[in-house]
């Protein structure tokens, strides 16, 4: 589907040289004199590399139609992560690259959502957040008083996030699976 | 478009105060006039990448068609005919087309201000004082997002500086014999991947000045300075003696641009002719047909004195001193 690069948003899959990329963040810009243009952080679905992209504003963009199905998590392995849609039982797999950091944070059974054009997976829509619960934390150190003071716990998927003090072993938090960062206790 | 509330912007938005206080100041001592100007308008300069916003005055059966002015050059430069010297308007200017964005609003601040008597190089050094004195007054608290130690301050003690030629040379490989060739210049934007089809040279030039040279500016702490432009570029700038450079300047500080200025056009029948092609420039790009203000050329005939204008985006000047990096954060209430 052709649009003006002008109408471009986030979340958007757009060709560029050939390949496909995913708009990360696209901002309108018209200098004081001159043609309008659309700035962009566009992503590499295979490299997962960000590269900033100033299109004419009145330029014709390609916009794939994407379709998004909810999947489910089964696993991964040391390259790809493996995903099932539980209406086709359909397998897809899907490289540890384009997922980032989110792979980090799934849980066996967690349910997201999956690009996918001309019926291949492009990359998932990470979940806003995940619960996970705590199996590791050392116990808040008597004194200390800093606000806002972190401490490394380790959380059921095995990697280590930074809970505030008081979180303790056996509790739930929420963490934003695509920064990694803490967001609430649940 | 909604009206939005934004009360946490509260300290940002004294700081829009703090720098609109300053600013006043530094030109009450310059002796600059400040000039209260209409913002409607029945006729308006036509500029071709710039949308206007149109309405109507009504009156029983009268009805006629008045324009929100983009910027409020055409009533500053009619007070300069008059002799009334240096002035400066302060206030709201609108520009259509233009979605809410980072750096944009439709409706937003513009702070324009001539003076008699210099070129656009010696405007640069005004510009500067203006900045400096800003800065000053509000303890240096610009920060830069690009200077990668502890103390980031923005100096504004000198320009970083670059006439359009080098810049396009050093950053983008292109040489001043394709800058300055329209054809030539389409060409090497083609080699380098940008889409040509049905693109103009104004589209390409600012295509890659934003892609390639940008993104390189203000890297060294000191605002930067780019002069000397295709005179494609400037439908009111003098053109230097070849004919073919328009004396602007375009200014950004840590990679934004603020502001540009130029030496004022003076010739009425060079202007006459250049209304005539931006006028044919805002057809062809389907722009709204307004009123031309042929009053101004008339005007122009009695003298515009040697002269040098300049714009400058004041939200955006605030956003450097107030370190955000959206408009609207400045802003107490934003229509989004």
């Known amino acids: 589907m052709k649009t003006n690069a002008g109408n471009l948003k986030r979340g958007d899959f757009v060709f560029y040289q050939d390949t496909i990329w995913q708009v990360q963040k696209a901002d309108f810009y018209s200098p004081g004199k001159g043609a309008a243009l659309m700035k962009t952080r566009i992503k590499n679905i295979l490299s997962a590399k960000n590269i900033e992209y100033n299109y004419k504003s009145n330029e014709q963009v390609d916009v794939l139609d ?30 540890l690259v384009v997922v980032g950091k989110t792979a980090d944070f799934l849980k066996e059974g967690e349910k997201m959502f999956v690009y996918l054009y001309n019926d291949k997976p492009l990359t998932i829509r990470p979940p806003m957040s995940v619960s996970l619960k705590i199996i590791e934390a050392a116990d808040a150190i008597k004194g200390d008083t800093v606000t806002g003071a972190k401490k490394p716990a380790i959380v059921e998927t095995g990697v280590t996030v930074l809970v505030p003090l008081f979180i303790k072993v056996g509790e739930m938090i929420t963490v934003n699976p695509e920064t990694g960062e803490y967001t609430g206790r649940v | 478009m909604k009206i939005k509330t934004s009360i946490n912007n509260l300290n940002n938005y004294k700081i829009y105060l703090r720098v609109e206080e300053e600013v006043n100041k530094f030109f009450k001592r310059k002796g600059y006039l400040k000039a209260d100007l209409p913002v409607l308008s029945p006729a308006l300069i036509p500029e071709s990448y710039l949308e206007i916003f149109e309405t109507k005055f009504r009156y ?78 509000l303890s240096f608290r610009a920060k830069s997002r690009n200077l990668k130690k502890n103390d980031n301050r923005i100096s504004f003690e000198r320009w970083e500086k670059y006439s359009i030629t080098q810049a396009f040379l050093k950053f983008a490989g292109i040489t001043e014999e394709e800058l300055f060739n329209q054809k030539l210049f389409i060409k090497k934007a083609k080699s380098k991947g940008y889409k040509v089809d049905s693109a103009s040279y104004e589209d390409l030039f600012s295509q890659i000045l934003a892609q390639e040279i940008e993104p390189r500016l203000g890297k060294s702490g000191y605002p930067s300075l780019l002069y000397d432009y295709p005179y494609e570029l400037s439908s009111l700038a003098k053109l230097n003696k070849n004919g073919k450079i328009a004396e602007r300047c375009e200014f950004y500080i840590d990679g934004l641009e603020v502001g540009g200025f130029c030496t004022e056009l003076n010739d009425y029948k060079e202007q006459e002719k250049r209304f005539f092609q931006e006028s044919e420039k805002r057809k062809k790009n389907n722009l709204i047909n307004h009123t031309i203000d042929k009053g101004f050329i008339k005007t122009l005939k009695y003298g515009l004195p040697d002269c040098t204008g300049a714009g400058i985006g004041f939200d955006r000047l605030v956003m450097i001193f107030a370190n955000v990096d959206s408009i609207d954060k400045l802003k107490l209430i934003n229509i989004l």
């Open chain 1, 66 to 95: 994407v379709s998004s199905v909810e999947m489910q998590y089964l696993y991964k392995d040391s390259e790809n992560i493996f995903l099932m849609d539980e209406r086709t039982y359909n397998q897809f797999s899907l490289s």
């Open chain 2, 60 to 137: 029983f059966n009268r009805k006629e068609k008045l324009y929100l002015t983009p910027s409020p050059e055409l009533f500053l430069k009619r007070l300069l005919i008059t002799g009334i010297g240096n002035c400066y308007y302060l206030g709201k200017a609108f520009r259509n087309s233009e979605p809410n964005s980072s750096w944009h609003l439709p409706e937003f601040t513009m702070l324009e201000f001539y003076k008699v008597g210099i070129n656009y190089l010696e405007m640069a050094d005004e510009v500067l004082e203006l900045l400096r004195f800003i800065s000053v007054r």
